[in-house]
């Protein structure tokens, strides 16, 4: 229907580059490098030192980092600040494994999975030299509430008295929720029913310790203390963000938060990415956070491919469709979306099977959940679902969107302006006005446009985004970005952009995160059940999974990929 737009030759450049890594690499997930082994507790001298130079075209937003929701800073701040627990910081599959951090061991639930009490490591202190206590710890927790952090109530509110703090947040106590002793260093957190990722949850960025003394407002542009081996020295979002070694750090677990081996890391930003790419290459820069053009892989397979590395990771890019806000009100509408999309075109547009795959579900294959089947390609439907995605339904997607009485309307798509995102934004414009629709594309800074989607006082019909996991499981996907409890209208922090609530699918996803008697292949059988209905009523079109394509500088070593935290920064060797 819609013919790829390709360059000339392009997957005879890609050949024998990335692809061909890929294809060939007998390592797991197709990576085009040694894993290395994991680090020493202690940077070795001859590879300590230097100024890691990082490049975006654009910043990332606020620096508080319970707040923050994008990849761009999450994954900096994994060198910056600590939870009770983390994942553990190595590469390879046992980097999906929950291991202490500033507790000093993992409790056991207690309580029929009601209770869970940890112990806080003595003698750490934050970045400002102030030690953390389970004062800190309470606080932290309260914040998450009163500044109303985009997971506060999707990942803690299984917390007693959480139900109250997200009505008036301002005054968020927890009371009964959180209970410390600071002469035992105890802090015991009692659940209002299970929560079987529990550890992880307390393992993501935003349940970091920060001092006590932290204003309850979003700090903006202001570095906040803390624990890990890097703090934040300066910001300027127009221009750059510069870290400096913490002097109050000291290794307590080097699985959890190894010491550092640059001296320093500064990120550059206005930087656009076909810049960028040069930049890298001729090694002014040391990684880029943007994508990769498309018309740039080629060249990087065939003469950087020492430099380049294709990740597995749980990511996705997709379509979300606000319920709220017409034509997408009308289920049919949202169907013809999903109907229509040639998810092959779109994966040539991002870049080509060696690095992305179609997508007819919510759920990545990088995770390995089995059960997940595509309603909306030709010859299936909601009722009668095809394996695997084949091919677009034009006809159908016309006869759905005529028998709606919407053609005709006018339809603004909001895309990211980085060039993948433009391109993909581009074909699917095209394809909502072959559906009979007065469409336009609007692109929005990559650093305003997540929040700008998430809120309904936007208006926002449609948008194309992407997500990746903020731990490894199809929770993050199916109730992350379509559980009841993720729509906040007038706010930026509503990760449940088509405002999608249905009481089925969302009876299925609490019993997926609350029934302790599951075994894992019984909950992802659940939650392959709430795919399932979700997508019957197709409050997003998922597009593409995508890998992620990492350009490194010739002097970078070690390069050191985690499963959760992608390219850890701290374990850079720079030679």
């Not at 919510?362 to 695997?388: E, F, H, I, K």
């Not at 929005?444 to 903020?470: E, K, R």
């Not at 059988?525 to 979700?534: F, G, K």
């Amino acid at each position: 229907m819609y013919p790829a737009k390709k360059p000339p030759s392009f997957y005879s450049r890609l050949a024998g580059g990335l692809l061909g890594c890929l294809l060939a690499s007998p390592l797991p997930h197709g990576i085009c490098a040694s894993p290395p082994a994991p680090p020493p507790e202690l940077p070795l001298p001859e590879h300590a030192g230097g100024t890691l130079r990082l490049v975006a075209s654009a910043s990332g937003g606020t620096l508080d980092p319970q707040i923050n929701y994008t990849g761009k800073y999450i994954n900096l701040f994994a060198n910056v600040y600590d939870g009770l627990t983390t994942f553990r910081k190595v590469t390879g599959p046992a980097g999906k494994e929950v291991v202490p951090d500033l507790a000093e061991t993992l409790p056991a639930p207690q309580d029929g999975g009601l209770s869970y009490t940890f112990t806080l490591r003595p003698n750490i202190a934050f970045s400002n030299g102030q030690p953390v206590t389970t004062t800190d710890v309470v606080a932290s927790f309260q914040r998450l509430f009163r500044i109303g952090a985009p997971t506060a109530g999707a990942f803690y509110g299984a917390l007693v008295g959480a139900d109250a703090c997200l009505r008036p947040p301002t005054h968020c106590t927890l009371e009964h929720g959180i209970e410390a002793d600071a002469a035992t260093r105890r802090i015991t957190f009692h659940l209002t029913h299970p929560d079987t990722e529990f550890l992880q949850k307390l393992a993501f960025t935003h349940a970091v310790i920060l001092p006590a003394s932290t204003p309850d407002h979003d700090t903006g542009n202001t570095p906040l203390p803390g624990t890990g081996p890097y703090r934040l020295e300066a910001y300027d979002p127009n221009n750059f963000l510069y870290l400096a070694r913490n002097p109050a750090f000291h290794v307590w677990n080097p699985q959890a938060q190894p010491a550092g081996y640059p001296d320093r890391i500064e990120y550059t930003f206005g930087i656009p990415e076909e810049a960028a790419v040069t930049a890298v290459e001729n090694g002014q820069y040391d990684w880029m956070a943007d994508t990769i053009p498309l018309d740039r892989l080629g060249e990087l397979g065939s003469h950087f491919a020492g430099q380049t590395h294709v990740m597995r990771h749980p990511s996705i890019y997709f379509l979300p469709m606000n319920m709220h806000e017409p034509p997408f009100t009308d289920i049919r509408v949202r169907q013809a979306v999903n109907y229509a999309l040639n998810r092959k075109a779109l994966v040539i547009l991002y870049g080509g099977p060696g690095i992305a795959r179609p997508l007819c579900g919510l759920v990545p294959s990088a995770l390995d959940v089995a059960g997940q089947n595509c309603a909306y390609t030709r010859g299936a439907s909601p009722t009668a679902p095809a394996q695997q995605w084949s091919a677009p339904d034009m006809q159908v997607a016309r006869n759905l969107v005529r028998a709606s009485g919407t053609t005709g309307q006018k339809v603004t798509l909001v895309v990211d302006n980085t060039s993948a995102d433009m391109a993909m934004g581009a074909w699917v414009r095209d394809m909502l006005q072959s559906l009979g629709y007065q469409a336009v594309l609007r692109s929005i800074s990559s650093s305003l446009h997540l929040p700008y989607i998430q809120n309904t006082d936007n208006h926002v019909q449609i948008s194309l985004t992407s997500w990746s996991a903020d731990y490894p499981s199809a929770s993050n996907f199916v109730d992350a970005l379509f559980g009841c409890e993720n729509f906040h209208p007038h706010s930026d922090s509503s990760i449940n952009i088509p405002g999608f609530c249905d009481p089925h699918a969302q009876s299925v996803m609490e019993r997926a995160k609350t029934d302790t008697s599951l075994s894992t292949t019984q909950r992802d059988q659940l939650w392959m059940e709430a795919n399932r209905l979700i997508m019957e009523q197709a409050p997003a079109a998922p597009m593409i999974e995508k890998d992620n394509v990492v350009l490194t500088s010739a002097r970078v070593r070690n390069f050191f990929y985690t499963e959760v935290n992608q390219i850890l920064f701290s374990q850079v060797w720079l030679h």
